[in-house]
């Protein structure tokens, strides 16, 4: 039993009691209380009581029961969403009827905001889990078959069975227009997002309010945009490259805005040691700044990536319809994976409906995946380091020890004692 | 100078040389030059292709605007060609699809916000953190497939028994079908505002979630374990303290869902059947929006008609930037000094 270590409340008291007349100076004796008179039990610090426990579940039996009877027997109602809900009027109602015969007031609105915070979370969450789910449960029917992924559409029609034909052109066509753009918005992107952290001034904060606006610009706006510039004025046809400069506008202010988040959260500490050893801007930027900032920048890029392949608005207004293979973005139709979902959901055939999930389920997982590496890499502070990385630090620190002790080595021949050229002690990773 | 016990004070001397004040002007070498000019240039193209989208789009919709006048704001049909178009019908849809999404996203996102920074246990935090995230990501057309095959035929009946019984309310009733005839068809409940809502509603939500969830993580510590040794209970602390703190943060994360609420095309094309009448029945098949009128339309052959389609775009265009102008004043508001200097 621990309960002996702990000193008993009385006895505490006691003590309090003593010390209290003690200061007071008069001769009153206290009595002394026997330690073990009572043996204590130790106090649970839980928040959760067995009460607790009981009313939920008394309550879940009695709004169960009750609708149960009111659908069977007392009204005409019917319907599965209509009894899930009049269970939960049900239980809220009884829940906090069972709560309020031993707490107070404040504590049954409490315990009602409680239930309805988890109940609308758990919904919500569930909503959303279900939505990919069931895209993805619903594409496997299309995506079993092989050619679905190896094959395009230029000999396949809708009537088609689904081991015809496949996504093979969309799944290309995404890979160009996300290179294209990236290869756009990754240096501009980032480059800007430099500037609004490191030259600030009234002209930094007046593109960092735009940027920021722009965010969530319309996809389809960024659409019009290019099918009023690019094809209208200047006359090019659509095109992969046309679709891929309407997708880097929506993208550009996206990695812009997260990039500046995660710049902006290096220490300025690093920043002014570097400055203080005399590096100057471009190699603080270069040198400190940038590695710093690693992983939130690549995180950055990650999910602006993600953004921009599953946008179907601009390349729906910039990229033309083809159903062949076209590798060539600067001329010729091209299409996207989520335009191809928009073209195969229009028709009413079967077969385009279940490729039309197919191709959803195989954007979701192009999705999925840059989201699990943007997790991987990213997702640590600034400036933290990986178990690989501290290794690499520590190993690359004992180079340069080495070094500086081979250095101090060749110095000191010549001159038999230099004062205070000891071994640099390395720094600690 | 010796010092002595008199409190004397040493005479100042006259300055030996007269100093001048140093200028602490920074000096860049050649590589820092290149880095701010290029740096410089980059903010400068950026601010550049964000601010030609208006001037473009102003300048291609000005043909079609200068054509319908102010009936651009008050005719609901579309037919450029024949002279007879506007935006009436598009930009009510557009609000009320926004409006029934940010009802039902923001109490959603509300209770996931504070469900995972109140609620949850530590070790799922991240997890939901990550979940909410990446849902932020599903492309659009993933909601709108969802919507268009699966909750479109599970809303009917929620949708006819709202008609039914809460028909008296404006938005709420539906003129083509007697509520009370049980044997009516159900197509009238499908394609709706109210089923185009709830999609987008899913997809705000998770935005307007990490928003307010960002804000209410940062409520400070000791206000809000004061408000607990009081003997608040949680949600009197979250009263008390979380809410009033992270005001700011749910105007502004509202605000931010209802720019892209307004904006969203894909997702309201595939389940909305579109009309070009004034539509404000939710409950009732047909509606349409803005986004939606240009995704329909863009294949119109005539320079006209394309003009018009800028016009539309230009006003979805600036309606969405008023909000989120709006939206991020008030949110950085609510962070300022939340960041630290490390």
Known sequence: MTTQTTMPEAAQDAQVGTRASASAGSTVTVPPVPVDARTESRRSTATLRATDFY????????????????????????????????????????????????????????????????????????????????????????????????????????????????????????????????????????????????????????????????????????????????????????????????????????????????????????????????????????????????????????????????????????????????????????????????????????????????????????????????????????????????????????????????????AAAPVSTVPGAGPIRPLEP | VTVTDTTELPPILPRAVDEKRRAVRPRFDASDRTFRAVARASGATVLAIMSLIGVFLAIRASDAISEAGFSFFTTSAWEPDGGNFGIAAVLVGTVLIACVAITLAVPLAMAVALYIVEYAPARLKQTLISLVDLMAAVPSIVYGLWGAYFLQYQVTGLARWIATYFGWVPFLGVDSADPNDPLSTSTVYTSSTFIAGIVVALMIAPIVCAIMREVFAQTPAGEREGALALGATKWGMIRAVVLPFGKGGMIGGTMLGLGRALGETIAVLIIISPVFVIQPNILETGSNSVASLIALRYGEATTFATSALMAAGLVLFSMTLVVNFAASTIVARSRSGAESEG
């Open chain 1, 55 to 410: 009313a939920i579940v008394g309550a879940l039996f009695a709004s169960l029961s009750l609708t149960a009877l009111l659908f069977t027997v007392v009204l005409p109602f019917n319907g599965r969403l209509g009894f899930i809900v009049v269970t939960y009027v049900c239980f809220l109602v009884s829940y906090a009827l069972l709560v309020s015969f031993d707490e107070p007031g404040p504590v049954v609105r409490d315990r009602l905001v409680a239930v309805v915070v988890h109940s609308l979370a758990a919904l919500m969450l569930a909503a959303l889990v279900f939505v990919v789910v069931y895209t993805l449960v619903r594409g496997v029917e299309a995506m079993r078959n092989l050619n679905f992924f190896l094959e395009d559409m230029s000999s396949t029609g809708p009537l088609d069975p689904l081991t015809q034909g496949g996504i093979a052109h969309g799944i290309v066509g995404t890979l160009i227009m996300i290179t294209i753009a990236l290869v756009i918005t990754v240096p501009l992107g980032i480059t800007c997002a430099v500037f609004l952290s490191e030259i600030p001034g009234r002209f930094s904060r007046l593109v960092r309010t735009i940027a920021e606006a722009m965010t969530a610009l319309p996809s389809i706006v960024a659409g019009l945009f290019i099918y009023a510039t690019f094809i209208l004025i200047l006359g090019f046809d659509k095109s992969g490259l046309a679709a891929a400069l309407a997708i880097s506008v929506m993208m550009l202010p996206i990695i812009i805005r997260s990039a500046d988040v995660v710049l902006r959260l290096v220490p300025g500490n690093l920043k002014e040691a570097s400055l203080a050893t005399g590096a100057g801007q471009w190699r603080t930027v270069w040198h400190v700044i940038l590695p710093t900032a690693r992983s939130g920048l690549a995180t950055s890029v990650i999910l602006g990536t993600a953004r921009g392949i599953g946008e179907t608005s601009p390349v729906l207004l910039t990229a033309g319809f083809t159903a062949a293979m076209n590798t060539n973005p600067t001329s010729g139709p091209m299409v996207s994976l989520p335009l191809i979902v928009f073209d195969f959901v229009r028709s009413p055939e079967p077969a385009q409906i279940a490729r039309a999930f197919g191709a959803a389920a195989t954007l979701m997982a192009l999705v999925l995946i840059l989201f699990v590496i943007a997790r991987l890499i990213g997702g640590r502070g600034p400036g933290q380091l990986t178990a690989r990385g501290r290794k690499r630090r520590a190993a690359q620190s004992r180079r340069d020890v080495e070094r500086f002790e081979s250095r101090a080595a060749v």
